[in-house]
């Protein structure tokens, strides 16, 4: 089974402010099969990254993913007031085919 | 615009069968991709259950193979989710989902989302 673990659990930031979000994988995950997700509390997730970098249709471009193998990261260049809730990211491969990670919470400070 | 809407009986009794429908509209089925369901219990992250292709070939999660059957009618675009023998830990939002593998495998839509609770 690929596990993949985001850190931190809860990043605390204001407006305006830079952030980063993690995601290791304990394997490789092939072909950069990682995507990104937001998701508002009492909504279901919508897709931001796939492909580990290529931003999804609608996704405003101070989103960005970064990396390859096992070492992943989102990045939100400037908080907007709507970006202050919790993100997942999800790998395919391996057994279960399907995995998340854990969620980073994004709050303000 | 595709749409997803999960339908089925809110509360489950524990050893319970837990079934829930998806409806798709605004894409056929039939056309191609995989569909899936995924849960997540309150207050927590996110778990694949299965996914299932328009000629009936399924995938489940290895934790949950045991008790789970996901089918598809491409009749009337709907896709369905049964899970036997449930316990309180199968309490969660269920939701059901598009997966595409033209975008690396990840997944574009998503239904609103049911909250089944297992509880007597």
């Known amino acids: 089974e690929i596990v993949l673990t985001q850190s931190p659990g809860t990043l605390s930031l204001s407006p305006g402010e830079r952030a980063t979000l993690s995601c290791r994988a304990s394997?490789?995950?092939?072909?950069?099969?990682l995507a990104w997700y937001q998701q508002k509390p009492g909504q279901a997730p919508r897709l931001l990254i796939y492909?580990?970098?290529t931003r999804a249709t609608g996704t405003p471009d101070r989103f960005s993913g970064s990396g390859s193998g096992t070492d992943f990261t989102l990045t939100i260049t400037r908080l907007e007031p709507e970006d202050f809730v919790v993100y997942y990211c999800?790998?395919?491969?391996?057994?279960?085919?399907?995995?998340f990670g854990q969620g980073t919470k994004v709050e303000i400070k | 615009q595709v749409h997803l809407q999960e339908s089925g009986p809110g509360l489950v009794t524990p050893s319970g069968t837990l079934s829930l429908t998806c409806a798709v509209s605004?894409?056929?089925?039939?056309?191609?991709?995989?569909w899936s369901w995924v849960r997540q219990p309150p207050g927590k992250g996110l778990e694949w259950i299965g996914e299932?292709?328009?000629?009936?070939?399924?995938n489940y999660n290895p934790s949950l193979k045991s008790r789970v059957t996901i089918s598809v009618d491409t009749s009337t675009n709907h896709f369905s989710l049964t899970l036997f023998s449930v316990t309180a830990a199968d309490t969660a939002v269920y939701y059901c989902?598009?997966?595409?593998?033209?975008?690396?495998?990840?997944?574009?839509?998503w239904g609103l989302g049911t909250l089944v609770t297992v509880s007597s």
């Open positions: 492909g580990a970098s």
């Open positions: 605004g894409f056929s089925i039939s056309s191609g991709y995989w």
């Open positions: 299932i292709f328009r000629g009936g070939a399924a």
């Open positions: 999800q790998q395919y491969g391996g057994s279960p085919l399907w995995t």
């Open positions: 394997q490789s995950v092939s072909s950069s099969q």
């Open positions: 989902a598009r997966e595409r593998w033209d975008l690396q495998q990840s997944i574009d839509y």
